[in-house]
């Protein structure tokens, strides 16, 4: 299954996270390349861009949207994961907020994995 393929890569990618406490990665692919990979980063707070993050910092959900306009990315799917500062998968489904900015964004549809290692998808509507 393609989305196994993708996520499998997200694995590799996410210790390139600076976090200190959770690590997510999102990867956003367009007819079967890659647009751009983004972490989350706890630097610089997510209110400087969005200010319905408040200081959660970036998501990498918003990192990997922001780079790009809402029609550039139209029809987009995205994967994301996350772990936790021990290595551990962590239930990776977009919160609240970066599935407003996802409806935003019209993506085709968001792939993540549980906290079991299963492939979930996002419902969008």
Same mark, same amino acid.
């Given at each position: 299954?393609?989305?196994?393929?993708?996520?499998?890569?997200?694995?590799?990618?996410?210790?390139?996270?600076?976090?200190?406490?959770? #690590?997510?990665?999102?990867? %956003?692919?367009?007819?079967?390349?890659?647009?751009?990979?983004?972490?989350?980063?706890?630097?610089?707070?997510?209110?400087?861009?969005?200010?319905?993050?408040?200081? #959660?910092?970036?998501?990498?959900?918003?990192?990997?949207?922001?780079?790009?306009?809402?029609?550039?990315?139209?029809?987009?799917?995205?994967?994301?994961?996350?772990?936790?500062?021990?290595?551990? %998968?962590?239930?990776?489904?977009?919160?609240?907020?970066?599935?407003? %900015?996802?409806?935003?964004?019209?993506?085709?549809?968001?792939?993540?994995?549980?906290?079991?290692?299963?492939?979930?998808?996002?419902?969008?509507?």
């Amino acid at each position: 299954m393609r989305h196994q393929r993708w996520l499998k890569f997200c694995m590799k990618q996410v210790t390139r996270s600076h976090s200190h406490h959770y #690590k997510h990665v999102s990867i %956003l692919v367009k007819s079967g390349r890659i647009l751009a990979i983004a972490w989350n980063r706890n630097d610089r707070p997510g209110r400087l861009r969005y200010a319905f993050y408040g200081d #959660k910092g970036w998501h990498s959900e918003l990192n990997v949207l922001s780079k790009f306009t809402p029609n550039e990315v139209k029809g987009s799917i995205l994967y994301t994961i996350g772990v936790n500062r021990n290595g551990n %998968l962590v239930h990776s489904c977009p919160c609240s907020q970066c599935q407003e %900015l996802i409806h935003l964004y019209k993506l085709k549809a968001v792939f993540y994995l549980n906290k079991m290692g299963e492939v979930q998808q996002l419902k969008i509507s």
